[in-house]
Antibody, heavy 120, light 107 residues
Framework: QVTLKESGPVLVKPTETLTLTCTVS??????????VSWIRQPPGKALEWLGH???????SYSTSLRTRLTISKDTSKSLVVLTMTNVDPVDTATYFC????????????WGQGTLVTVSS | DIQMTQSPSSLSASVGDTVTITCRAS??????LNWYQQKLGKAPQLLIY???SLQSGVPSRFSGIGSGTGFTLTISSLQPEDFATYYC?????????FGQGTKVEIK
């Protein structure tokens, strides 16, 4: 079955770089229909789409965060990595990865999410 | 960026009620509109994709309609497990933006 799982640090200091990994199973990152998005949700707030990586390695990013974000993948290891530079306490959130399920770019499978706190 | 606006932000309803949530896009998103349900402390779950297609395994009391800039999600005969927050998302033009959410609470 399809699963995604986020992993990474629970606590990060301001100005540091955050690196999160999404480990996927049940599908291949090289499948033309597939891709993985990153989404975050600050405590008590709405979902915010961060970016996406397609099977052909094309990427899209949030306009407000594009200078700080990098998404990459290792197809052989079934991993998608999100890197966010220069973090700030406002980046405290639960970070989710989710699979693109088809040509309408809907996100049909989600990881459980990982809470990242930015604090000194 | 395309702005997605949901209304209402919250509503109270009773079991058995029919509930309608509206989502408006700041420009046309064609039919690239998806609806998600999120329960407290859980990851969102896809309900409707491409404006009106029911995701596999989702009860038929959930339905969606719309195209262009106006969309609605309807929940017929609200069940106890439907009390949650609902989000629309456009996936037509990156960045794929979400609405601010609609919280459905028990009256």
């Amino acid at each position: 079955q399809v699963t995604l799982k986020e992993s990474g640090p629970v606590l990060v200091k301001p100005t540091e770089t955050l690196t999160l990994t999404c480990t996927v199973s049940g599908f291949s990152l090289s499948n033309a229909k597939m891709g993985v998005s990153w989404i975050r949700q600050p405590p008590g707030k709405a979902l915010e789409w961060l970016g996406h990586i397609f099977s052909n390695d094309e990427k899209s990013y949030s306009t407000s965060l594009r200078t700080r974000l990098t998404i990459s993948k290792d197809t052989s290891k079934s991993l998608v990595v999100l890197t966010m530079t220069n973090v700030d306490p406002v980046d405290t959130a639960t970070y989710f990865c989710a699979r693109r399920g088809g040509v309408y770019n809907f996100l049909d499978y989600w990881g459980q999410g990982t809470l990242v706190t930015v604090s000194s | 960026d395309i702005q997605m606006t949901q209304s209402p932000s919250s509503l109270s309803a009773s079991v058995g009620d029919t509930v309608t949530i509206t989502c408006r896009a700041s420009q046309s998103v064609s039919s690239y509109l998806n609806w998600y349900q999120q329960k407290l402390g859980k990851a969102p779950q896809l309900l409707i994709y491409a404006a009106s297609s029911l995701q596999s395994g989702v009860p038929s009391r959930f339905s969606g309609i719309g195209s262009g800039t106006g969309f609605t999600l309807t929940i017929s005969s609200l069940q106890p497990e439907d009390f949650a927050t609902y989000y629309c998302q456009q996936s037509f033009i990156a960045p794929w933006t979400f609405g601010q959410g609609t919280k459905v609470e028990i009256k």
